[in-house]
């Protein structure tokens, strides 16, 4: 049973232009989000995250929306450039302390291709 | 970059042999955790840790345990090696459950 899910695979994107990419979750306990970048052959890296006491947080170009009624959350990259070619995962965790606490869930991914 | 390094970085083996690899860390975060990336799967969870000696299972845990005997140190051990054990595997760290996870660089385990 995946708790996180990213429906899309991948998304192409002109560069200059809004990337969105999507994440939902079914785990109500889920209270604090990531999202990841990771480049072929390297380790993800960490870009921003966002707590569930929050409905937005902004980095620069980066900026995660949460919607908790729905269990959506999205990443928006403004403006999407072709360094930003890479495969972005979506990730969950509780500080619920019970079975299955302290874990960080993540989603399958999307491969964005942000086009010159 | 974040004090965190797994060895062997690539490693080639024989089905049925055993295998560990290592996950080590000078940052002294109390959590870890193993995982396996697969095409089509993403970053899946196999053993996690939340203290020296405190582990507990992931999604895909079966043919694997881990160890943590210190908090800097947390190792995956193959008991016997299969070929569906071929994959990347990543070991990550984190401070708290509310920061982010800071990434190795990665394993690449290929198993014959």
């Known amino acids: 049973d995946q708790q996180v899910k990213q429906n899309s695979p991948s998304l192409s994107v002109q560069e200059g232009r809004i990337s969105i990419l999507n994440c939902d979750y079914t785990?109500?306990?889920?209270?604090?989000f990531l999202w990841y970048k990771k480049y072929p052959a390297e380790g993800p890296t960490f870009l921003i995250s966002?707590?569930?006491?929050?409905d937005k947080n902004e980095d620069g170009r980066f900026t995660v929306f949460l919607n908790k009624s729905a269990k959506h959350l999205s990443l928006h990259i403004v403006p999407s450039q072709p360094g930003d070619s890479a495969v972005y995962f979506c990730?969950?965790?509780?500080?619920?302390?019970?079975?299955?606490?302290?874990?960080?869930?993540f989603g399958k991914g999307t491969k964005l291709s942000v086009i010159p | 970059d974040a004090g965190i390094t797994q060895s062997p970085r690539h490693k080639v083996t024989e089905t049925g042999t055993p295998v560990t690899l290592r996950c080590h860390q000078t940052?002294?975060?109390?959590?870890m955790y193993w995982y396996r990336q697969d095409p089509g799967h993403g970053l899946r969870l196999i053993h996690y840790?939340?203290?020296?000696?405190?582990?507990d299972k992931g999604e895909v845990s079966d043919g694997y345990s881990v160890s943590r005997s210190k908090t800097e140190d947390f190792l995956l051990t193959l008991e016997s090696a299969t070929s569906s054990q071929t994959s990347v595997y990543f070991c990550?760290?984190?401070?708290?459950?509310?920061?982010?996870?800071?990434f190795g660089q990665g394993t690449r385990l290929t198993v014959v």
């Open positions: 966002i707590s569930s006491i929050k």
């Open positions: 785990n109500s306990m889920f209270d604090y």
């Open positions: 990730a969950a965790s509780t500080a619920y302390s019970g079975a299955g606490s302290y874990q960080l869930t």
């Open positions: 840790s939340y203290g020296v000696k405190d582990t």
């Open positions: 990550a760290i984190r401070q708290g459950t509310n920061t982010e996870a800071f």
């Open positions: 940052e002294n975060h109390r959590y």
